[in-house]
C-alpha cells in the first residue's frame, strides 16, 4: 500500500533553533501534501495544505512565517518551523494523496517537536 | 464550528465484546466517510470507509452503519481485542469544484481490556 515517511519522528531542540521536518511519498506521486498539528489527546488540526509547485495554503490562525512549506516535487514535502519556542511544542504530521477523485490521504507516522 | 461529532470520548470494553463509536455529521454535502485508527506515538491510518449511497460495509471485524437521513454513522468492532487498543476518528470528506476538505471527530480512545 501508499507509505508516507516522515522525517525525523522526534526532535528535541533548543529556543530559537529553526527545525525542518521532511515528508516523503515512497510510492506514489503526491500533488497534493497536508501538514496537521496534534496536540496531546486531541484531534488533528489542519494547518496547510499544499499542491506541488504552488505555494501552500494555510489554514486561519497558522503563522505563515512561523511554518515554512515547500512542496517542490511530487514526492517531497517539507514544514520548517521558524525561531523555535516552547509552545511550538506538538506532534506534527504529514499527509498526501495523489491525483485524481479516488485517492485516499495517506499519514506519515508523525514527529515529535519538543522545544526547551 | 464542529461538523462532525463524535461520541464517547472514551470506551472500555472487555475482550470479546463490541466495541461502537458514534458519529454525526451536519454537513449534506459531505460524500465519503473513513474512519482512522492511531496507536500512540504514529500516524493515523484509514481503516474503513464508505459513502453516503451505502447503508453498511463490513471488513474483517469492522463494520460501519451509515444512517444518510439522520447524518449519522458508527463503527463497530466485534469481537474486540486488547490489540484494537488505540485512538479512533471518524471523518468526513467534502470533495468538488476544485475543493478538498477532511474535517475529523474528536477521536475515542479504546482500551480493550483482557
Not at chain 2, 27 to 45: H, I, L, R, S, V
Amino acid at each position: 500500500g501508499a507509505v508516507v515517511s516522515q522525517h525525523p519522528s522526534r526532535v528535541i531542540c533548543k529556543s530559537g533553533t529553526s527545525v525542518k521536518i521532511e515528508c516523503r511519498s515512497l510510492d506514489f506521486q503526491a500533488t497534493t501534501m497536508f501538514w496537521y498539528r496534534q496536540f496531546p489527546k486531541q484531534s488533528l488540526m489542519l494547518m496547510a495544505t499544499s499542491n506541488e509547485g504552488s505555494k501552500a495554503t494555510y489554514e486561519q490562525g497558522v503563522e505563515k512565517d512561523k511554518f515554512l512549506i515547500n512542496h517542490a516535487s511530487l514526492t517531497l514535502s517539507t514544514l520548517t518551523v521558524t525561531s523555535a519556542h516552547p509552545e511550538d511544542s506538538s506532534f506534527y504530521i504529514c499527509s498526501a494523496r495523489g491525483r485524481g477523485f479516488n485517492q485516499p490521504q495517506h499519514f506519515g507516522d508523525g514527529t515529535r517537536l519538543s522545544i526547551l | 464550528q464542529q461538523q462532525v461529532k463524535q461520541s464517547p470520548q472514551s470506551l472500555i470494553v472487555q475482550k470479546g465484546g463490541i466495541s461502537i463509536i458514534n458519529c454525526a455529521y451536519e454537513n449534506t454535502a459531505f460524500d465519503y466517510f473513513p474512519w482512522y485508527q492511531q496507536f500512540p506515538g504514529k500516524g493515523p491510518a484509514l481503516l474503513i470507509a464508505i459513502r453516503p449511497d451505502v447503508s453498511e460495509k463490513k471488513e474483517g471485524r469492522f463494520t460501519i452503519s451509515f444512517n444518510k437521513s439522520a447524518k449519522q454513522f458508527s463503527l463497530h468492532i466485534m469481537d474486540s481485542q486488547p490489540g484494537d487498543s488505540a485512538t479512533y476518528f471518524c471523518a468526513a470528506l467534502l470533495w468538488g469544484a476544485g475543493s478538498y476538505q477532511l474535517t475529523f471527530g474528536k477521536g475515542t480512545k479504546l482500551s480493550v481490556i483482557p
